[in-house]
T-cell receptor
Framework: DGGITQSPKYLFRKEGQNVTLSCEQN?????MYWYRQDPGQGLRLIYY???????QKGDIAEGYSVSREKKESFPLTVTSAQKNPTAFYLC?????????????FGSGTRLTVV | SQKIEQNSEALNIQEGKTATLTCNYT??????LQWYRQDPGRGPVFLLL?????KEKRKERLKVTFDTTLKQSLFHITASQPADSATYLC????????????FGTGTRLKVLA
């Protein structure tokens, strides 16, 4: 089955630690995205990548970093500079170069600072 | 400032009735608008896309309208079922060419048996 796999499902981070969230897709999509979802707020875009080895900051990129070394993979690192990282993180992909199709989302990773 | 508004209050309707959800926006000129369904603890699932030059789109029991004059989209579920209970999100693509969608906060729908 084609889709997006996010791991882990739950992640606990201690103060001052960096953590990396995994996102892998086998849909052959060019574009990939990371969103953050907080209660009562819409999904907010952290980073996006339209092709391999290229990515752009979204609306709330501070304290986060990404890489796109392979088409299938778009990992997100939450650094210690992110002051309020507790949230539900969603990875998505789409067919690049067209807007006729919606995004395919993963199941999400819930990150909690302990 | 740019804003997308969906009714934050939950919508409760009786099984078999038509559910109508609203998405209003200000200071956008969206080229495309999408609707997604999200279940608790899961990622959103794409339902429908409508373009600015389309007035209405249908898919099975779902219907979406797009009124660029009123700056509003309506999402209808006819013959609603308890299984339709979920949060529904609208998302706008501005005509900026970046293929980034802006998401609303969603409206929670509960269909009562």
């Amino acid at each position: 089955d084609g889709g997006i796999t996010q791991s882990p499902k739950y992640l606990f981070r201690k103060e001052g630690q960096n953590v990396t969230l995994s996102c892998e897709q086998n849909l052959n999509h060019d574009a990939m995205y990371w969103y953050r979802q907080d209660p009562g707020q819409g999904l907010r875009l952290i980073y996006y990548s339209q092709i391999v080895n290229d990515f752009q900051k979204g609306d709330i990129a501070e304290g986060y970093s990404v890489s796109r070394e392979k088409k299938e993979s778009f990992p997100l690192t939450v650094t210690s500079a992110q002051k309020n990282p507790t949230a539900f993180y969603l990875c998505a992909s789409s067919i690049g170069g067209t807007t006729n199709y919606g995004y395919t989302f993963g199941s999400g990773t819930r990150l909690t600072v302990v | 400032s740019q804003k997308i508004e969906q009714n934050s209050e939950a919508l409760n309707i009786q099984e078999g009735k038509t559910a109508t959800l609203t998405c209003n926006y200000t200071n956008y000129s969206p080229a495309y608008l999408q609707w997604y369904r999200q279940d608790p603890g899961r990622g959103p699932v794409f339902l429908l896309l409508i373009r600015e030059n389309e007035k209405e789109k249908r898919k099975e029991r779902l219907k979406v309208t797009f009124d660029t004059t009123l700056k509003q989209s309506l999402f209808h579920i006819t013959a609603s079922q308890p299984a339709d209970s979920a949060t529904y999100l609208c998302a706008l693509l501005t005509a900026s060419g970046t293929y980034k969608y802006i998401f609303g906060t969603g409206t929670r729908l509960k269909v009562l048996a």
